[in-house]
Structures are given as C-alpha cells and as structure tokens.
C-alpha cells in the first residue's frame, strides 16, 4: 500500500502540508539568480556545453576536458533544460527535487519503523536544519548524492530491519536491498562517495551477529543474494563508466583524455582522500559543524542521548544502524586530512531519522522549548544588529561591501531586509513564547529562507553571478567582434551568452597571455581581450584599456591590441595571484 492509503484526513493534510511548506522554502528563489561561484557556474557550464556541442560523455570547461567530478549533477541540468528550456529554472532544479526527494525518504523510513507522526518528525527535523536547505538551495553536486545515498540507505533498511525470516531468506526485502546498493552506485558516479551508504552492513552485521531482534536474518543459502548486491552497485557504476573508459580508449590518439581518465579515477578519489591539497583541517574539525550547522536539530542532542543509550541497551536496531552509520561517515571523514562541512552532509538525513522517534517526548521540555526560542531571539537580535548597524553606522566595511556588490543606496534595501527578518523573528518569540516555541522555530526559521530566496537573492545575483559585468563586456563588441578569454572563472564565459575563445583554464596565466596575444595579433582591429588584472603585469597600457571594475573579488580588463607594451610579455611570476584566487576549485 501506499505511504497514504491509511492514513487518517488529519495525517493526510499534515503530509501535505509538510510537503507545500517543504517546496515552499527549498524553492524559495528558483528562477530570480543564475548560478554563483565557485561551484555552480563550472557545472552549469559544463552542463550548457552538453547541450550545445551534442557531447554528454565528456563533460569540458571551455576548451577544455573537466575532470574534477562525474558527469551526473551536468547530465541532470542539462537534462533539466531540454525539459524546461530556461537556463534560471534549469539548473536549479536537480537540488530542488533531490531535496525533496530526501524528505520524502526519511519520511518513509520514519513512517515504517515508528509510525507516522515519526516520519513527519524526521522529515520535518530534516528540513529545519540549517545546511540542509541551505545546500539544497544551491546548484551543487551535495543534494544530489545527499539524495542518492539517502535512496540506499532506505533501501537497505527496508532490508536489513525486516522481520525475520523462516530460514530461506523469503521475509527479507532482497529487491529493495539491491535497489540500494544500486543508488549507491549510483552514488559513486555522482561523487564518488556513495560507496558510504554500504557501510550501513557493518552496525546490520554486528546486530545480527549479536541475535538482535528487528533484523533480517537470512538464511546458510543466501549468500549469493548478498553479492548480487555489490553487481547492482557496480551496474550502476558502469552505466557511465564503461563507456567513458571505451571512447576514451577510441581516442587514445588524443592524451587529453587519458589525462581525463586517470584524473577521475584516481586522482580526485583516493588520492585526494589520502594526500588532500586543499581545504586541510584537524580532526576535530566536524563537531562544530555537528553542532552549529545542523542547528536547530541539533538543540535535540541533549534529549536524545540518554534516549539512544537506552535503546541500544534494549537491542533496538532501529536505531543502532542509522547511528552506527552516522558514526562511520563521521569516521570516514575525519580521518582524511582534507574537510569541508557539506562532506558529512549525507550523514543529516539518517541522525534526523535517529532523533525523531524522541521528538514528541523532548517538545514539552521546558528546557528544550526554552532553548529553541532563545536560538530564534540571538537569531532575530543578530539580524536586527547588523542591518540598523548597517544602516545607521556609515561604516567603512559596509560601504565597501556594497561597493564590491554594486548594490545601490549602499544597500540598504539589502540592510531594510536584515531589520525586518530580525523584528518578523523577534516578534514571533515575543508572541509565541515558551509554550509555543516550536512554532517560533519554524516560524522563524521559514522566515530566514523566503527573506534570503525572495530579497536578498535579487539583490545580490548582478554581481555574485557576474551577469552585471558580462552585460558591461557585451556593450564594448561591436557586430563581428570576437573576445578571447585570460585567466577567466568559469561565470564569465557561461554569463558572456555569446561565443568566445578560451586558452585553456589551468593553463599557467603567463602561457594564456601569451596565446592570446598571437590570436589577437591574427586580426587587431575586432579581436579583444578580456582579461583578470594580476594576468597582465605590466604589458598592458591602463590608459588603451577599458577598466572593467570590480567583480566575483577580481579586478577585470579588456583592450584590443593597441593597448599592448609592445615586446611585453608577464613572466611565470603573475601565476602566484591564481594559488591564492578565490574561485579556484576547491
């Protein structure tokens, strides 16, 4: 039967609701930006270039092969767009229904092992935490592996949670075990870390191995079904694989697809992992994001403790293997030199499901009423600070930041935002208080997102996605002018809506400047350059040139030829500004 086919009217209307407020808030904004960096230009790019060039296998950047990571979040956006024929909508679209698609999940889970009001809970805790809707809000590769290895855990848990069975393996769920262990394949090829949702057989193994009650046992036979589950999560892997390594292998004539190749597979997998380049904490780096980030979710630790402690003593698995699973990927990460906080993404949905079976004894709490309210007032009072600091101060930090943003007014329509998100919060814990704090968290929380996606999203998208300063650019090229590209971000070429030549984009800067100098040299009087300002040393005449501005933190230039030193080229030392650009690719 369906997830609503016994349901009462009243479950009924709190799903949906639930599912309206859900769409509601991981929709707020969709279709008022395009994409900002540093990710979501280079696979919006990517994702364009499909569509045009007919060429989905290989996704490129430019000129150039991308190979930083698998092709699915590009297919679904390029997909998205054949669909909806609208970049602005297009490439926003996967998160969207990834996070929703997550929701639903945990929902489901929540509903089958404790009951419905349980399965609101999870999803619910779910959508109040704040980086889930704040990357499901963002056009990255996390919503959608987040959804994937969501999608195998509950498909290994509607399997290993089963009752048990006579003996021959009959009352497990083996379609939904290999329905798992195929979106963790799927997983994989989306960014390599799928694998993690198979590691949700480690606390199953140790359960069964202890004779815990709630969890599947097979029977002696059965042995050949578990296999059958790694062959699904490795068809899942070859849909793309194997015909990448196979066209790949038709142009081996080319070297720059067996740099391609070994670049996916191994250096942006398990050498990255082991010896990472970038982003290098300790390992005590994902408690505050356990904290802080997943707030207000994360008010419920307290309460749940003592709670899960009890539960294991009981031997209830149901909440070992979500936890254990949690622990694991925690474990996984932290181990790695390299951290980011959206790596332990994945691990949100399962500590949601973890906390929901104790929401509804934890809300009347005092404590924890108390604590929620006291999150909205710092919350409210934060906002307030800042935007009547901002508006009344005339401080030199602020003018700049809007400056750097070309906002208008100094942007106080940004700051007037800030202020009335502040007095919306602040009222609704004033009037709510105590006994109805839950209320003033999801009150205030929905109150942050549509004040974000609906104001300050318009606001700040001219210069975040440089479609201000790509519109400038077009202004300056007569009919029949041709722009070349030098130390360029991925944003402005996708923002540029009109063909351009790049010089590669990890080419060394001084080797892009001196290519572009002999295209250029080809035909002078239609050919510009458009340029990053620590690219052109000192070869360029600032008096010739035309001054872009400022944008994305980047000083930008472009000039045709007359505006050359003569003899001038930068040496390998103006390289040094990219080891510290911003937008370099994390």
Known sequence: ???????????????????????????????LRDPWPSDEPRFTLAAKQMVESGDWLFPHRGSE?????????????????????????????????????TLLLVYDLGRRLWGRRTGLYAAGGLLLAFQFVY????????????????????????????????????????????????????????????????????????????????????????????????????????LWLLPML?????????????AYVNDILFHQTAKRYA???HHIHAWWYYIPILLFSWLPL??????????????????????????????????????SPGKRDVYILPALPMLALACAPFVDELLP?????????????????????????????????????AADRALADGGAALWWMCVLLGIV?????????????????????????????CWAVPLLNPSSSSSALMTEVRSHLAPGDQLGLVAWTEQNLLMLERPATDFGFKVPWHIQFARAVQWQAQAPATRWLFVQQPAMGDCVDRAKAISLGHANQRDWWMFKADALVPGCLPGARVDEAADDDPGAEP
């Not at 008010?299 to 899960?308: A, H, K, N, S, V």
């Not at 704090?437 to 999801?442: G, K, N, P, S």
């Open 1 to 31: 039967m369906s997830a609503l086919s016994q349901a009462t009217p009243q479950e009924r209307r709190r799903f949906w609701l639930l599912l309206l407020i859900a769409l509601v808030i991981l929709g707020a904004g969709i279709g």
């Open 65 to 101: 092969l991308y190979a930083d990571k698998p092709p699915m979040l590009m297919w679904a956006e390029a997909a998205s767009f054949e669909l909806v024929r609208w970049w602005r909508l297009a490439f926003m679209l996967p998160s969207l229904l990834a996070g929703l698609g």
């Open 135 to 238: 990357q499901s809000q963002r056009a990255q590769i996390d919503p959608l592996v987040v959804f994937f290895i969501t999608a195998a855990n509950w498909g290994l848990l509607r399997h290993l949670l089963a009752p048990p069975d006579s003996g021959d393996g009959a009352g497990a769920n083996w379609p939904l075990y290999w329905f798992g262990c195929f979106c963790a394949g799927l997983g994989v090829i989306t960014k390599g870390v799928g694998f993690l949702a198979l590691l949700m057989l480690i606390p199953y193994a140790w359960a069964a191995w202890r004779g815990w009650d709630g969890v599947a046992r097979p029977g002696r036979g059965a042995w050949w079904r578990w296999l059958l589950g790694l062959a699904a999560a490795l068809a899942a892997i070859a």
């Open 246 to 258: 196979l066209a790949a292998h038709a142009r081996d004539g080319n070297p720059a697809y067996a």
């Open 275 to 277: 010896h990472a380049w």
């Open 298 to 335: 994360s008010l419920l630790y307290p309460g749940c403790l003592p709670r899960w402690w009890r539960r294991l003593q009981a031997r209830d698995a149901r909440v070992l293997l979500p936890l254990g699973w949690v622990l694991l990927v925690l474990l996984f990460f932290s181990a």
């Open 365 to 401: 709490k005092r404590w924890l009423r108390v604590a929620g309210l006291a999150f909205i007032a710092v919350l409210g009072a934060a906002m307030l600070a800042l935007g009547g600091w901002a508006l009344l101060a005339h401080a030199p930090k602020v003018a700049q930041f």
């Open 425 to 453: 919060q602040l009222a609704l814990v004033a009037a709510l208080r105590v006994r109805r704090a839950t209320w003033a968290v999801c009150g205030g929380m929905a109150a942050l997102w549509l004040a974000w996606g």
